[in-house]
């Protein structure tokens, strides 16, 4: 089981940039894929990026390409989000989560732990 921890979220000004990070709890990290979702108010949950074990690989959902990069830490058990260019609909509680499969194909992610999740907010 593990035990995951959001910080760095806040309130940015458009075209600024934020990075979160995610602490976990427990000795099998490394053996987790790990990813990010977010839910805007009045809004179903979307998935935002999702990185594998070894942090060689990533994906993302098309709106944040080019301007998100996930990465993580193992040694920290940490996984971060670095995100750029922030628009207001980005806005939204950013929650990381983890995949105890540790699956390799990112595009299947499918969480069983997630956090309490951080609060972004992005005004004009």
């Known amino acids: 089981q593990v035990q995951l921890v959001e910080s760095g979220g806040g309130l940015v000004q458009a075209g600024g940039s934020l990075r979160l990070s995610c602490a976990a709890s427990?000795?099998?990290?490394?053996?987790?894929?790990m990813g990010w979702f977010r839910q805007a108010p009045g809004k179903e949950r979307e998935f935002v990026a999702a990185?594998?074990?070894?942090?060689?690989?990533?994906y993302y959902t098309d709106s944040v390409k080019g301007r998100f990069t996930i990465s993580r830490d193992n040694a920290k058990n940490t996984v971060y989000l670095r995100m750029n260019s922030l628009k207001p609909e980005d806005t939204a509680v950013y929650s990381c989560?983890?995949?105890?499969?540790?699956?390799?194909?990112?595009?299947?992610?499918?969480?069983?732990?997630w956090g309490q999740g951080t609060q972004v907010t992005v005004s004009l």
């Open positions: 990185i594998n074990k070894w942090g060689g690989s990533t």
């Open positions: 427990g000795r099998t990290f490394s053996s987790y894929t």
């Open positions: 989560s983890a995949d105890s499969s540790g699956t390799a194909y990112l595009s299947r992610f499918n969480p069983d732990y």
